[in-house]
């Protein structure tokens, strides 16, 4: 589950940079990166919209504007009407 997965590796975090350095990211990895990481993983995982929308903290029409493209979704028909 998504959420486990970022719980567990905040939980594990004294600071921002010792989580990057420990994940070996890069540097310029900061804690801001995690709500959009969380959204792009919690649309391919075809969460429920509102569901998703409220774990964030996001409002629905923010996260269909800006993260609906991961859904596994968002290019069916599209891929169906083309064979």
Do not use: F, Q
């Amino acid at each position: 589950m998504v959420s486990s997965r970022i719980s567990a590796v905040v939980a594990d975090c004294r600071s921002s940079e010792v989580c990057v350095a420990d994940a070996g990211l890069p540097a310029e990895v900061t804690p801001h990166w995690l709500r959009p990481t969380c959204a792009t993983w919690l649309m391919e995982g075809d969460v429920d919209l509102w569901e998703a929308s409220s774990y964030l903290g996001m409002n629905p029409k923010a996260l269909i504007h800006n993260y609906s493209h991961h859904r596994p979704s968002h290019h069916a028909r599209a891929g169906k009407a083309l064979g």
